[in-house]
């Protein structure tokens, strides 16, 4: 075990650990925000910029702090490391220009758009954002697509976080779901009308933190804090069958996997549950599920309602 | 009178670009000196002993790079060579491939036997086909007269040499996107670490060198490491090309040996014999497009009032205040006419057209920051979007995976550090500087547009 501190709190963790896992073993506040890694798809992060930490030394036998700051999701401790997350005013600040970055060109549709009360960016424009945009320009754009008769991405809204073409790669069995272009122009694509035929695909729809894949049956259909979650099973054979059913009444308007307060999929007896295709879009009768009782939402999400009060009395502040 | 030259001196001999009248030049003397007489680390000595830097812009010691690499039992090791030339100013490996293809195959030869490499690759941007046929057609020949394939000159070393055509795009000049894309992925740039020499190629352990460093390795191995440390001053040492282009009245590529004063480049008979039509000197950027540019009274002299130098460490005297880099050795000179807020709109828009697009402050912030010199080019700024770029550029640099976000800040921010009073000008002629270059009376005679 090596030892590791993050804003001034000590941990002990397993060699080859990320900065990220560690700070998530300490948990709270001191835990960056990621928007692009995910712990359960091996190879992603690094993208997305925001989980960037200073690290004030680099281990006990070089304690030398690194001059860049280091994305803690792709960055493995050492003993006797020491990271500043949020006490430092330096990766506030470039968190902060990481996230004007991702949303000068990302369309602010949060009033229509199905993620909103639990989007990642919209946390991170809460936490780091700031009330007036700098950017003059015209935002680019792009025509809706669908992808698979299920699925519909929201190009404007993306990015980029290449978590869904992960789950293409890696839950799915060929390789259809990449990006195309590059800069500013690239775009997730599925080489236009090759749709992800697949019965996972769906869980493209959970590992997005913005809204640009959405779940067909669901667009349009409600808020999500309208909705109760609820924890259900069904005895699915091609998937755990173990996910959470969003009811209005005693309808079922959606059915998601069972995720973390990191928005991950939880792992069930050892698997990560992905839940099938079936399961997500077909099973929406009561009767097809056994409900077991109501699901915790965790994360710091417009969903638990009354918890942003003294944040959004902030930002107006700001604005006025 | 003009230095040593090592890579370029039979450049001009007829016939060069052929085997035979290449061998009968001195050619592949390294190859039969390596093989024959010297063990690979041996080799690998020789070249650390020489002080040689890498020629792509870093300036990395190759000797240092070659020890690092892992050499782990029963797993191939890969040497790649870079000849994916695409910083604008820069065409120097270009006119080496171009004219003298055996000097990087027989570098090729000698490297990979150092390295104990048994398949190396040359990875040439999609845009220099012409010259992946001249190269093609020199292998064959290499091989024909028994410098390639199995037992090598007798000596039991067998090597295979590939040219791999990229699908021309900058980015692939990072030596982790140029692996990506070698191995038939999109040219992304990898987290680091794992770094090539670990973890390169397949997941084997990789050396990527530029073509200029691999061409230096012949004269090294041939004359000795200390002979070629010999020339240059301090930890620059040995010969450079460099790729001199814009307002001078002969462009093209030297071979400089490293030391020669920038005035001397600049002015000197043997070199570009001053600015093109008598006009004055500007600015310079003496790196490639990627490296601080430098005001007139910054380029000859050093802020402490020194000569500069052409070192790796004379131009970076005075750090990015006053300061520049040697990068690729791609130099560029601007008379009294040019416009620095166009030409820094050229730049902006090509990195934000060669960006990869994989995280976010580059892929974000090279866009924005070309719309908005577009707009201050074009006469529609304000004096906001002068500090806005700055501050856009603090956000871009070093946060990105790759250095090309840095690549992408740095001349934006010495162009406004040096030359802010051309920035406010457009803002404050909005009219002029649409018909007009700062500087100039008349307007400007004809629209340059970029290909």
Redesign the interface.
């Given at each position: 075990m090596i030892k590791v501190t993050i804003d001034d709190i000590e941990v002990e963790v397993e060699p080859g650990t990320s900065i990220l896992n560690a700070a998530r073993q300490i948990g709270g506040e001191v835990v960056p925000p990621a928007m692009c890694y995910y712990s359960k798809l091996p190879g992603t992060g690094g993208k997305c910029r925001t989980c960037l930490v200073e690290v004030a030394a680099g281990s006990t036998a070089d304690p030398r702090p690194m001059p860049k700051l280091m994305a803690s999701c792709s960055t493995t401790v050492m003993d006797g490391m020491i990271v500043k997350n949020k006490t430092s005013q330096r990766v506030h600040d470039n968190r902060g220009g990481v996230v004007e970055f991702l949303l000068i060109n990302h369309p602010l549709d949060c009033p229509i758009c199905d993620q909103a009360g639990e989007c990642h960016l919209q946390d991170l424009g809460y936490e780091h954002g700031s009330a007036k945009t700098r950017y003059r320009e015209e935002r680019r754009t792009f025509d809706p697509i669908d992808i698979g008769n299920k699925i519909k991405l929201h190009m404007n809204r993306c990015i980029l976080c290449y978590r869904c073409v992960h789950v293409a790669n890696q839950l799915t069995d060929s390789r259809v779901h990449g990006v195309m272009h590059r800069g500013e122009h690239a775009e997730i694509s599925t080489y236009i009308e090759n749709a992800v035929d697949n019965d996972f695909s769906g869980n493209m729809i959970d590992v997005c933190p913005v809204g640009a894949l959405t779940d067909k049956t669901f667009r349009f259909k409600s808020r999500v804090w309208f909705l109760k979650p609820m924890e259900a099973e069904c005895s699915c054979t091609k998937c755990s069958g173990k996910a959470v059913v969003w009811m209005f009444g005693n309808e079922i308007y959606r059915v998601t996997a069972r995720k973390d307060k990191y928005g991950e999929v939880e792992d069930i007896e050892d698997k990560t549950a992905w839940i099938c295709n079936e399961c997500r879009f077909d099973k929406k009768d009561p009767g097809a599920w056994n409900i077991t009782g109501p699901r915790k939402i965790d994360r710091h999400s417009v969903i638990s309602q009354g918890k942003y009060a003294t944040k959004i009395d902030k930002g107006l502040n700001k604005i006025g | 009178m003009a230095g040593r030259k090592l890579l370029i001196e039979n450049v001009h001999i007829p016939g060069i670009e052929t085997f035979d009248v290449y061998r009968k030049n001195g050619g592949y003397a390294s190859v039969e000196k390596a093989l024959k007489k010297m063990t690979p680390d041996e080799v690998v000595e020789e070249v650390k002993k020489s002080g040689l830097r890498g020629r792509g812009g870093a300036g990395f010691p190759t000797g240092m790079k070659w020890s690092f690499l892992a050499k782990p039992e029963g797993v191939p090791r890969y040497l790649v060579c870079n000849a994916d030339e695409s910083e604008p100013g820069t065409f120097k490996d270009r006119y080496l491939m171009e004219k003298i293809p055996h000097l990087l195959i027989e570098g090729m030869i000698t490297s990979s036997y150092a390295l104990g490499a048994n398949v190396s690759y040359i990875y040439i941007r999609g845009e220099f086909m012409y010259i992946l046929h001249i190269l093609e057609k020199a292998i064959a020949e290499a091989r024909a007269n028994g410098m390639l394939g199995k037992n090598i000159m007798g000596s039991g070393y067998d090597l295979d040499l590939v040219v791999a055509p990229g699908g021309g795009?900058y980015?692939c000049g990072e030596e982790t996107a140029l692996l990506e894309s070698l191995e038939g992925k999109?040219g992304n740039p990898r987290?680091k670490p794992p770094f090539p020499a670990v973890k390169g190629l397949w997941g084997c352990p990789t050396v990527v060198n530029n073509v200029e460093t691999i061409a230096a390795v012949v004269p090294i191995v041939n004359n000795g490491g200390e002979e070629y440390a010999k020339i240059g001053i301090e930890r620059s040492t040995g010969t450079k090309l460099i790729s001199a282009s814009g307002n001078l009245v002969r462009p093209g590529v030297y071979e400089i040996e490293m030391g020669v004063s920038v005035e001397e480049f600049i002015y000197g008979d043997d070199y570009c014999q001053g600015i093109a039509n008598g006009k004055q000197l500007k600015a310079c950027i003496p790196g490639g497009s990627s490296v601080p540019i430098l005001p007139a009274h910054l380029v000859t002299k050093t802020a402490a009032g020194e000569n500069r130098l052409m070192t790796y460490e004379s131009l970076a005297d005075g750090g990015f205040a006053s300061g520049s880099m040697l990068g690729s050795g791609g130099f560029i000179v601007f008379d009294e006419d040019q416009c620095i807020v166009r030409n820094t709109y050229t730049f902006a828009r090509f990195y934000?057209?060669?960006?990869?697009?994989?995280?976010?402050?580059c892929?974000?912030?090279?866009?924005?920051m070309e719309?908005v010199l577009h707009?201050l080019e074009n006469g529609h700024g304000t004096m906001e979007d002068i500090t806005?770029l700055e501050?856009i550029n603090?956000?871009i640099e070093?946060?990105?995976?790759c250095p090309l976000g840095d690549a992408a800040a740095w001349p934006v921010a010495a162009a406004i550090r040096h030359f802010r009073e051309e920035f406010e000008w457009h803002v404050t002629h909005p009219s002029e500087a649409q018909t007009r270059n700062y500087g100039l009376i008349q307007p400007r005679v004809e629209e340059i547009k970029a290909l």
């Open positions: - | 795009a980015i999109r987290m934000a057209h060669e960006s990869c697009g994989q995280c976010s402050p892929r974000e912030g090279t866009g924005w719309k707009r806005l501050e603090k956000k070093g946060n990105t995976i």
